[in-house]
């Protein structure tokens, strides 16, 4: 999903807007009811804030929902890669975002857990070059294709997991590398 205009960041700007829009991507049209359930949030907010995506363009109404009260709602384009066009600024602001919201999971999730669950982290280092970082994430990508928009109900046992992947150069005098 391309955002044309870096105004329309601000409706990103809110964590549970990002949790929302990866929800409805991951497992299609919801309720807001439904997505409460799932984030664990009051319905009511997660339907202020689907509002404040839809007045933006990143989600929109769905068929009515199972009891034919409630809205469903689904993202626009399925599978959203966020980018923004146009400004430079604007897209650096949207990745720190997603870093630290996705930081904040990982250490939430190692205080709470700490992989006994046999969820867990990987990380490597590779020597590569741009072709072949490019290479790893189409793959990276397909790998995940068949597990998405899955709901949870379909299998025993069955949750959502977040998966994030960052390739991130060793810089010269960083820490914890040599010079």
């Excluded at 990866?22 to 919801?30: F, I, Q, R, S, Y």
């Excluded at 720190?96 to 006994?116: C, F, H, K």
């Amino acid at each position: 999903m391309r955002v044309p205009d870096p105004q329309a960041i601000r409706a990103l700007t809110h964590p549970l807007r990002l949790n929302l829009l990866e929800l409805l991507g991951a497992t299609g049209p919801a309720t807001a009811a439904q997505c409460g359930r799932v984030l664990g949030v009051p319905q009511a907010n997660c339907s202020f804030h689907l509002r404040q995506l839809a007045k933006y363009g990143y989600v929109e109404e769905s068929s009515p929902g199972p009891d034919r009260r409630e809205r469903q709602w689904r993202v626009v384009t399925p599978a959203p890669d966020l980018r923004v066009d146009g400004s430079a600024a604007a897209g650096r602001e949207l990745e720190r975002l997603v870093v630290e919201r996705e930081t904040a999971a990982i250490r939430a999730y190692a205080d709470r857990a700490g992989g006994a669950d046999g969820l867990g982290m990987v990380a490597a280092v590779a020597s590569v070059t741009p072709e072949e970082v490019a290479e790893l994430r189409t793959r990276w990508k397909a790998l995940l294709e068949p597990y998405l928009g899955r709901a949870d109900g379909d299998r025993p046992g069955a949750r959502h997991v977040r998966f994030f992947m960052a390739a991130t150069p060793f810089v010269a005098g960083t820490e914890g590398e040599k010079q």
